[in-house]
């Protein structure tokens, strides 16, 4: 049996590249997956963050990356996903992610919204500032909150995550409905 030189590099080429195309990487319980990014500069970018157990901590998603800084990354078209026992689901027009110091600041209109099995609440206001460390997020500009019937204006706020309250700073207005026992 004659064997051509060529067809057995190309059998050999061939195997190899079976072999590492199907190679499967699985990280063991001390090399849990922390972060995945994907993103191409001009067009969008998918991030996610995992806590300690595994489970996805918070998602950013945008459509395109306008401008790449040594220190931040510009996005338009941003949603960002915070997950607690309850899911924070936040949208702007355009932010700046500091990603090494795990902040994003939110800009030119900000909506979002808090979901759980019991409650919903919306909010709107111009710029919120995201720490992911401590699960907190600030705003200096007036705030429209709403849930349940309830209408409340203010100046400045704070959102703690994981605590899952707010704080108004200041010119606070509007009216609150309370849960009826």
Request: glycine letters at 4%; zero cysteines.
């Amino acid at each position: 049996m004659e064997i051509n030189l060529k067809t057995s590099r190309l059998v050999l080429l061939s195997l190899v590249l079976i072999v590492s195309v199907t190679t499967v990487y699985v990280l063991s319980d001390s090399e849990k997956e922390t972060e995945t990014v994907i993103y191409r500069k001009g067009e969008n970018l998918l991030y996610k963050k995992y806590d300690e157990n595994g489970k996805i901590s918070n998602t950013i998603a945008a459509k395109s990356i306008y401008q790449e800084e040594e220190l931040a990354i510009k996005v338009s078209d941003l949603k960002l996903d915070i997950f607690t026992d309850t899911r924070y689901e936040l949208t702007a027009n355009s932010a700046d992610w500091f990603r090494e110091e795990n902040i994003l600041y939110l800009k030119n209109g900000v909506s979002g919204q808090a979901k759980n099995e019991k409650n919903e609440y919306s909010i709107q206001t111009e710029n919120l500032l995201v720490d992911f460390k401590t699960k907190i997020a600030l705003g200096e500009d007036i705030v429209y909150l709403t849930n349940n019937g309830s209408n409340v204006r203010g100046k400045g706020i704070k959102i703690d995550f994981n605590k899952k309250n707010f704080n108004l700073f200041s010119e606070v207005s509007g009216f609150f409905k309370t849960k009826q026992d």
